[in-house]
C-alpha cells in the first residue's frame, strides 16, 4: 500500500491539556480514511494539525513530524498557504464566503495566479458539476451563496476546495450539518473521489464510517487505540475499546 | 408567590426600559425642536450658498458657506486618513495576532482609553506638535488632528465586528491557500462591508461635529479654502462664534448652521443605512 500522509510520535498540548499522545499513522494514498472516535477526543485537532489550522490556535505546544509524500510539512515555516492549497477541507457546517457563488469558486482560482476570466469560467462550471450542483444553480451564479440551501453549500464548498487542485480531501464531520439526502450525496461524491484524491474524514457515525471507509482510525482520548483496513477494522477488531465501540457498549 | 414576584420583576424591568426610551426620545426631540425653532426662520438660501460678508458676524449679508465646504473637507479627509490607518490595525488584530490573545485584549484596552480622552486633548496635542514643526494652523493638519481623535472610534468599530466573525470562515479562506492578507482584504472585509460603512459614518460623525479639536488646529477664516495648507473654517466653530454673539439676529443664525450641521449628519445616516444594506446581501451568517 502506498501512502500519502505519515505522521510520526505526533504530541500536542494545549497549554497544560494533552490533545494528541503519540500519534503514529499512515495514511494509504487514493483511499478514504475515516477517524473515528467519541467527542473530544483529538480527532479535529488531528485533521488541523495536517493542514497546519493548528497555528492559528493560541498555546499550542507540538513535537512529532508529518510527511507529506515524504515532505516535512509540520516544522516548515515557508510556504503554508502551498501546503494548504493541498488540502481541500470541508468543514462540519458549510463556511461559503461572502461572495456570489460563482465568486466562491473564482476566489481560489484568482489568489493562486489565475486571471484569464475563460478559464475562470470552465473551471467554476466543470467544478459545479463535478459536485452535481451545476444543474441546481446554474442560473444563478451571481446570487450570494449564502442563499442556497446548507445541503448546496457545503457541496458548493467541496467544489470551492476542489478548484484549487488538491490533492487531499480533509472532512471534519462534513455531513453533521446536512439532512439525509444532502449527507448521501456528499458520500457518493467521496467514494467517486477517491479515484484522484486521498481522503481523510472524522466522523461519529459509525454506519457512515462502515459505508464508506477503506481504512480506520479509532482514537480515545487523544490516542489512537487500533487502525487497519475497513474489513479488519469492523470484523476482527483486535482491542477490547474498539469492540466495545463497535457494539456500542462502550462507555 | 414565587410567580407573582417573577411578574413582577419583569413587568418593573420592562417599565424601566420604557423609562429610559421615553427619556432619550424626549431629550433628543427637545434639542431638535430648539434648534429647528430658532433655525429654521433664520436658515434661508443665502445662508448656504455665500461665504460672511463684511458685516456678517452684525447681523449683516452673507451665509456660512466657508464653513460647511471647510467641514466637509475636514471630515471627509479626517476619516479618509483614519479608514487607512483604521482599517489594517483592526484586520491585523483580529487576523494576523489572532493567536496573542492577551497583546489584542491590552490593545482595545488602551483604544478605548483613547476613545475616552476629550477632543481638547486631541486639539492641545495637535497644536504642540505643530508650533514644534512650526506648522500655522492649516486643514491639513486640521485633518491629521482630527484623524487621530477619529482614530481609536474607528478602529473599535471595526474590531467589534471583525471579532464576532466565525472562525470557520477564517479557516475556510486559508485552507483555499489565500495568505492572512488576503484573508483580510478579500474575505473579511465582505462578511464585514456593512459593519465597516456603519465605522465610517460614525467617525464621520464625530469628525465633522467636534468643535474642540479644530480649535486650534484648523483655525477659522471667511474664505473657502484652495489649499491644504490654509486655515479653514468648520460649522462647530462658526456656530459658536455666531452663538457667542450678543446680537439676537446672529444667535439665530447659529441655530440656522445648527440645522445645516443636522441635516447634514442626518444625510449620512440614511446614506450609511441605505449602503450597508446593499453591501449586507453576500454575508454569511
Known sequence: MEYKISIQNLNLSIGKNKILKDINLNIPKNQVTVILGPSGCGKTTLLKCLNRLIDLEENVNISGNIFLDGEDILHTKSDLPGIRKKMGLLSQRPYPLPMNIYDNIAYGLRINGLHNKHLICESVENHLKQVSLWDEVKDRLKEPASRLSIGQQQRLCLARGLAVEPEIILADEPTSALDPLSSTAIEKKFIELKQDYTLVMVTHILRQARRIADYVVFMYLGEIVEHGTADEFFNHPKQEQTKAYLQGTFN | MRKK??????????????????????????????????????LTWEMISQTPKGGYYFGKEGGVLNAIVGSLYLALG?????????????????????????????????????????????????????????????????????????????????????????????????????????TSFMVYIRQCSSAIVTAIMISFGRAIGDAASVLFTTGY?????????????????????????????????????????????????????????KYNKNKIS
Open chain 2, 5 to 42: 414576584l417573577l411578574a413582577l420583576e419583569e413587568h418593573f424591568f420592562k417599565l424601566l426600559m420604557q423609562l429610559s426610551i421615553a427619556l432619550i426620545v424626549l431629550v433628543l426631540s427637545l434639542i431638535v425642536f430648539s434648534i429647528f425653532y430658532r433655525g429654521l426662520p433664520a
Open chain 2, 78 to 182: 479626517a476619516t479618509l486618513l483614519a479608514l487607512i490607518m483604521g482599517l489594517p490595525v483592526a484586520m491585523l488584530m483580529n487576523i494576523h495576532l489572532r493567536k496573542f490573545k492577551r497583546l489584542v485584549n491590552s490593545i482595545r484596552f488602551l483604544l478605548d482609553l483613547l476613545w475616552g480622552i476629550p477632543s481638547i486633548v486631541y486639539g492641545a496635542f495637535g497644536f504642540s506638535v505643530m508650533i514644534v514643526l512650526g506648522v500655522k494652523t492649516s486643514l491639513l493638519a486640521g485633518i491629521i488632528t482630527v484623524a487621530l481623535f477619529i482614530l481609536p472610534i474607528m478602529i473599535r468599530a471595526i474590531d467589534e465586528v471583525l471579532k464576532n466573525v466565525p472562525v470557520g470562515l477564517l479557516e475556510a479562506s486559508m485552507s483555499l491557500g489565500s495568505n492572512k492578507s488576503q
Open chain 2, 221 to 277: 477664516t471667511d474664505s473657502i479654502p484652495t489649499s491644504l495648507t490654509q486655515p479653514t473654517a468648520t460649522l462647530p466653530l462658526s456656530i459658536f462664534f455666531q452663538l457667542s454673539s450678543p446680537i439676537r439676529e446672529v444667535q439665530n443664525r447659529a441655530y440656522a448652521s445648527a440645522a445645516i450641521l443636522t441635516f447634514i449628519i442626518l444625510f449620512i445616516s440614511v446614506l450609511a443605512r441605505v449602503l450597508s444594506n
